[in-house]
């Protein structure tokens, strides 16, 4: 039984470097400009562009936060830019470290890393973390080789199978599953740390037979997986979601609705969590207001780039999946709208 190793690596797309609290700094001037290049493909002439008022840490290109960074760009009035980053556990040490004034984590990684629980233990509870709202839900997701005989999650040891990368969400989600069902790496054939731009191609070919994404839906790592090999979506059901649930109160059932992938794809029942916004206890308080009034007072627009976000409401997004207590910035709105006392 070959036992792969995963590297220890943060997978940003564009490498965020150490900063201090609330000071924008040369180094993000930099990551700005190398976003403009990359982004928009702007040439030597752009040198001059603005370096952003506010820059979001989100994931994988592939998944759907970086859609939902860009999309929080787009109705705020401040230059923004959202960059691809390892994920959630990644973000919220980013946030953590003065790195990165706001971002995208899981409710899950948000929990563990309030109270300082699992792949958060050794640096503590995050006393300065603050939750903003939420937003998708996002499914707990594996994706198998049709033929790779895993009919039923509780099939996945003895497979060749996709972990997710450190930093990501779904890593930390399945090492959460892994404990609670009493598996280890080693009870898998070979247990991966790729990223999610790169696991449905290694789907494609064989190199791995499953991958796990928790993530909302539709989205590209999923959908080429489904449409470009002989992959389908299993759910996650009987004695390990009783389980999840029992020792988890951050984990509740959720739905793949049917037909996302194409007409054969059923409605799958698995357990998942919510994309949240996340802040510091440092970051500004102005900037956070600016953003949450932004999204409120255009979330019909909002919700128009990406079909995830069909579901949200106010009400939801200021309730569901918020370990950590509200920003200053984002309280001030919600009470001015009378939402929160
Ligand atoms: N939930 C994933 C993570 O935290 C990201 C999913 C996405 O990119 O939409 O790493």
Known sequence: MSLASSPPQTHALFPIAPRSPQRPGHLLAGLWLLGALLTFGLGPAAAQVEPPTLTIGTASPSGVYYRTGRAICRVIEVPCLAVGTGGSVANLEAVREGRLPMALAQSDAQYRAVKGLEEFAGAGPDTDLRSVFSLHSEPFTLVVR???????????PGHAINLGNPGSGQRGTME???DTVGWTRSDFAQASGLPADQQAFELCHGNIEAMVYTVGHPNRSVGNAIRLCDARIIGVEGDVIEALLA??????RATIPAGLYGPDQPAIATFGVRATLIASRD????L????????FEHLPRFKDHHPAF??????????EGLSAPLHEGALRYYREQGWLD
């Open 146 to 156: 049709r033929r790779a005989g895993i009919d039923r999650f509780q099939d996945l």
């Open 310 to 319: 069909a579901e949200l409401t106010p009400t939801l997004m200021i309730q």
């Open 247 to 252: 020792a988890h109160p951050y984990y509740s």
């Open 176 to 178: 959460v599953v892994m």
């Open 283 to 286: 970051t500004d308080p102005g």
């Open 288 to 295: 956070v207001y600016d953003t949450v009034k932004a999204v």
